[in-house]
């Protein structure tokens, strides 16, 4: 839409623009700890449970469950203006980590704690994926 | 735990601005003013101090030093939570007092709330911001690329959870709106003084957020508010009657910078510091006179009574009704209207009316008899602090 002011997307750098880099690849991909196996997100240098400094990326097939949502109805971004109402969903993923993204085809009725969604992610930059929320 | 900082300093000397939608002066300016008329308050010139606590972002110490004559500053520090900061920054004053490293003490909060956002036309840029510190990148890589640009989308992503497991109803939230709103009618300073909030007025206002109505949140406000401490014992031969510092602490849910992945999503900060402070206070919460609680937004407010464990889980619902929150009531709240109706100056609006409350100098507003009261900070991604306060006797 011409004229539309344009969405945010960030400056990455560290850890964080590594996660894009390798989402931007087309799969999503997830820290695992080298030596107790978890899986961590928000990108992080160790992990919380054994301290361990070595992992590596693994990829994730996205899929989850509805952890819990928020609908935003009035904002300061003007970004969004037009979208306004939407809805944001955090994804409880099968490995573990939650991770946030836009609702797309489905609406706040269908919406149930627990409901079976996988995460989508569409690169809008080499270094930054945005990503939706749909029906598995 | 030790409970060696307990009583150790006093609040000696308080200031606060003039809470404005579109201040004519700049934040240093402003906090200057309120830190002079603080260290005034406390019967000190400016070279008595050799502790500052400057806020984070707008004006260092050595400005204030500068500007107002304190020629030998012996301790200074920053604190950098949020809404948290100037209630976190008594424990540092009274740290610094208790070691021996600093003898007065100013800590001094100002910022452009409203002119930051909405500048008049004719306004200077000003290179002077709030410095919120790299706890944002989170924020900026995972959540603001989504629309959720300010606090009351943040905190919506547990402020929701919240509300459904407790199954807390926009009549709930409005007590608090409208306890701050009625506080707020017999104060000067109150930017929503002379406009009264009925229950209609709150449930038709609009929404925002998750469970967030506008009437939820707290106002945009130019302001600045100064506080002076020193040891107890030399506060007893200052102007006031000393209100003592018994006990504070700072806490932080985990993982502070990250909201979604927290392993336990209800468990904030204060959850962390509340009973830390009431520990080295030797008291409990039901001792209280008062609440002084930071209200950025009303459904925080419940869960900060609860996580003081001045009602169980869930029960800031019913803890709220009644008339217990209001002036006359058990717990008055917020007597000076708060975030939510005086106007928004980090909480330190909150120190000050506290300070007035046991000084027996907060005129329509006193609480009759008073002699301890509690006022919480909260800020960034949920980081809380506590400080509680007591009249000397
Ligand atoms: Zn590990």
């Known amino acids: 839409m011409a004229g539309s002011p344009r969405k945010y997307v960030p400056e990455t750098e560290g850890l964080n623009q590594e996660f894009f880099l390798k989402a931007a690849g087309g799969t999503l991909h997830l820290q695992r700890c080298d030596d107790c196996g978890t899986y961590r997100h928000p990108p992080r240098y160790y992990c919380q449970h054994c301290f361990s400094g070595a992992w590596h990326w693994e990829p994730s097939a996205g899929l989850g469950k509805v952890a819990s949502w928020v609908t935003t109805h009035f904002t300061i971004d003007r970004g969004w203006v037009e979208d306004l109402p939407y809805t944001t969903i955090v994804v409880e993923l099968e490995e573990g980590p939650r991770l946030l993204g836009a609702m797309r085809d489905l609406t706040v009725e269908q919406l149930e704690l627990g409901m079976k969604v996988k995460v989508v992610g569409e690169t809008k930059r080499d270094d930054f994926v945005f990503f939706w929320v749909e029906t598995q | ?393």
Not at chain 2, 111 to 125: E, F, L, Q, T, V
Not at chain 2, 366 to 392: F, K, M, P
């Open chain 2, 1 to 393: 735990m030790t409970t060696e900082l307990s009583g150790k300093a006093a609040i000696v000397g308080i200031a606060e601005s003039e809470y404005l939608r579109g201040a004519d002066r700049t934040v240093p300016e402003l906090v200057f003013d309120v830190s002079m008329r603080a260290i005034a308050d406390a019967g000190l010139k400016p070279s008595d101090i050799n502790g500052v606590i400057p806020p984070p972002g707008f004006v260092s110490t050595e400005e204030i030093a500068a500007n107002l004559g304190m020629p030998e500053v012996t301790y200074s520090v920053t604190v950098h939570m949020g809404g948290a900061s100037p209630t976190a920054a008594l424990q540092s004053a009274a740290m610094s007092i208790a070691a021996g490293i600093a003898d007065c003490v100013l800590v001094t909060f100002g910022w452009n709330g409203y002119s930051a956002i909405r500048p008049r036309p004719d306004a200077k840029a000003t290179r002077r911001k709030l410095d919120l510190g790299p706890v944002l990148e989170t924020a900026r890589n995972f959540y603001i690329p989504y629309g959720l640009r300010s606090a009351a989308e943040w905190y919506s992503l547990y402020l929701q959870r919240y509300v459904d497991l407790y199954d807390v109803q926009p009549t709930d939230a409005a007590e608090i709106a409208l306890a701050c709103r009625a506080h707020a009618q017999l104060n000067d300073k109150a930017l929503m003084r002379g406009r009264p909030m009925t229950l209609e007025d709150y449930l038709e206002s609009a929404p925002i957020a998750g469970p967030l109505r506008k009437l939820d949140c707290c106002l945009e406000t130019d302001c600045a508010a100064a506080v002076v401490l020193t040891s107890a014992e030399r506060a007893r031969d200052m102007p006031h009657t000393p209100v003592l510092y018994l006990g504070g602490a700072e806490g932080h849910p985990y993982p502070a910078d990250e909201i979604t992945n927290r392993p336990e999503l209800l468990r904030l900060g204060l959850d962390f510091a509340a009973p830390r402070a009431f520990a080295m206070a030797g008291v409990k919460p039901t001792d209280m006179d008062f609440l002084q609680i930071y209200d950025c937004f009303t459904y925080v407010v419940m869960m900060e009574l609860e996580a003081l464990g001045i009602c169980e889980r869930g029960g800031a619902k019913d803890f709220v009704k009644d008339g217990n929150i209001r002036l006359g009531g058990r717990y008055p709240l917020n007597t000076h209207g708060g975030l939510l109706s005086q106007g928004h100056c980090w909480g330190f609006n909150h120190v000050v009316e506290a300070t007035r409350q046991l000084r027996h100098e907060a005129g329509a507003a006193q609480v009759e008899g008073c002699e301890l009261g509690v006022v919480t900070g909260y800020g960034d991604l949920g980081d809380g602090s506590i400080a509680v306060l007591g009249r000397d006797r």
